[in-house]
């Protein structure tokens, strides 16, 4: 999840930086997002893919997911990605369980289908959180009904 903005007066990235004793030398400031129900006192960084570290995830050829130290380390000292989303916490699912809901195949019921599209820069980092659910599942329904045609 990256449009569940936790409220400002809660907590931001900076805050973050200070609990750890990180010296934040750029004056790197964001939100916070709730990234899912699991791990809630970890950070996730979902971010363009200009900047890397050893433990970087590639999403796709433009977003990346960074779990550790070093992207804040990078932001920090003002060399980190461009673009990104500071989560707190992680969705997960057991194995088989992602592809079973998204299919609505035995035992999950159709109505369990998900609608899907492609992550880009613009509907994960440029859409504003209070509208990006919105925006998302009309970009997903125009895609499925495009299909049709």
């Given at each position: 999840?990256?449009?569940k ?121 440029d ?23």
């Amino acid at each position: 999840m990256i449009n569940k903005r936790i409220k400002n007066d809660q907590a931001c990235l900076a805050d973050i930086m200070n609990h750890i004793s990180m010296e934040n030398l750029s004056g790197v400031d964001a939100p916070l997002y709730i990234g899912g129900p699991l791990e809630k006192s970890r950070i996730c960084l979902v971010h363009s893919s200009d900047w890397s570290s050893a433990s970087t995830h590639v999403i796709n050829k433009d977003i990346s997911i960074t779990t550790d130290i070093s992207v804040l380390v990078a932001l920090s000292g003002g060399y980190g990605p461009e673009k990104f989303r500071a989560v707190c916490g992680i969705s997960s699912w057991g194995p088989g369980q992602l592809e079973g809901e998204q299919s609505g195949e035995e035992p999950w019921e159709p109505y369990h289908s998900w609608l899907d599209i492609p992550a880009t820069p613009e509907n994960v980092f440029d859409i504003d959180h209070e509208d990006q659910w919105l925006h998302t599942v009309s970009q997903a329904v125009n895609h499925e009904v495009n299909e049709w045609f």
